[in-house]
Structure formats: structure tokens, C-alpha cells
């Protein structure tokens, strides 16, 4: 990938690293409001919450792994895809567990903790791992950035609706897509560093 790929990584755990110290803050309190405000009960975008569905993303992840494995014999990218998608959910988890931040107040609401968001962190992952297959595969710039506008707007979709049910702050959404991308990067690197060898 381009070196600006693995810069925005940089940039994107700066973020996090600023979002998990601060979340607390009267300024990010008044953001989540803000936020929340604008976004809750939003029946269109609640909608795209089962893209981020552990479900599915384990039943998408075990048929990208038998792609990898049997028809493109790949086993550098089932290893690839289980650092992105697995070790990365494992992370998510570690997270919530350092931070404990409580979900937001509302009724039946989910007894784990909320920062980072899991289905803002896991689509980036997921999401990305699938573009960066799918355009590794196809090699044509056009599709490219099709298939990467696509996940994007997904991700996007994914991470609102987490606010949009009330699961989740805007500052978990955004913590969970800053540190999805940089742990997506590091997978990445990792993958690529075999070309230069």
C-alpha cells in the first residue's frame, strides 16, 4: 500500500490515544450529546447494525478463510485474515476491558462495556480486509475505488448505527474506527513485507 496508508495509521492512533484519554471530559460529553441528539431512534441507519453482527462477520470470515485455502492456496492471507478479523476482535475486547467505560443510559441496554465500539472496530477490519482482497485480486483501478467507496460508506453506516440504537457514544464509534484502521494497517504491512524478501 502507499506509504500515506500507513501515515493515516499514525494519525488514526493519535486519535484513538486522544479519544480514550478524554472520552470523560465535558467537551467530548457535550459531542456525544450532540451526536446522539442528531442520530437516535434513526430507523435507516439502525438498519446497518447487522453488517457489524458477530454472526455474520464470523460466517463472512470462515468463507473468505476456505477461499484463501482452497481455491487461491494462499495461506499467508488466511493468516492475514486471522490477525485483522480475529486478533483484532481479541483487541477490541482487551480495550473495553481496559477502559470499562459504561453504555450510554437507556433500557435493555447490553451489559459489556462501550469503548471502543466492537461493530465500528470490527467492520473497519473486516470491511477493509475484504476491499484489500477483493482489489489484490482484481487488479483494476477502477474497481478499486469502487469497492473501497463501498466499504467505506458501510463502515460509516455501521458505526452511526451504533449511535443510532444507543449502544454506543459518537466517541466510541470513532475510537473504534481509529484504532480498526491502525491495527488493519499493521496487518497489512505485515502481509507485504514478504514482497520485498
Not at 462501550?114 to 475484504?130: D, N, R
Request: charged fraction near 15%; include cysteine.
Amino acid at each position: 500500500m502507499k506509504k500515506g496508508f500507513s501515515i493515516l495509521a499514525v494519525v488514526t492512533f493519535i486519535i484513538f490515544m486522544i479519544i480514550a484519554l478524554n472520552f470523560d471530559t465535558a467537551s467530548f460529553e457535550a459531542f456525544d450529546l450532540k451526536i446522539r441528539s442528531l442520530l437516535f431512534g434513526n430507523s435507516f441507519v439502525i438498519l446497518f447494525h447487522n453488517l457489524g453482527e458477530t454472526k455474520f462477520i464470523i460466517v463472512a470470515t470462515v468463507i473468505i478463510l476456505l477461499y484463501l485455502a482452497i481455491f487461491k492456496k494462499d495461506f499467508r492471507g488466511v493468516l492475514f485474515v486471522l490477525l485483522t478479523v480475529g486478533v483484532g476482535n481479541g483487541l477490541n475486547q482487551l480495550l473495553k476491558r481496559i477502559f470499562a467505560r459504561p453504555r450510554p443510559e437507556i433500557e435493555d441496554q447490553l451489559s459489556s462495556f462501550s469503548f471502543p465500539s466492537g461493530h465500528a472496530q470490527i467492520s473497519v477490519m473486516f470491511l477493509l480486509t475484504l476491499a484489500y482482497l477483493i482489489s489484490k485480486w482484481l487488479k483494476n483501478k477502477r474497481w478499486d475505488f469502487i469497492t473501497y467507496t463501498i466499504m467505506l460508506i458501510l463502515i460509516f453506516l455501521v458505526g452511526l448505527s451504533r449511535i443510532a440504537e444507543g449502544r454506543h457514544y459518537a466517541t466510541d464509534v470513532l475510537a473504534g474506527w481509529s484504532i480498526g484502521y491502525t491495527w488493519f494497517m499493521v496487518c497489512v504491512l505485515w502481509y507485504e513485507s514478504k514482497k520485498h524478501k
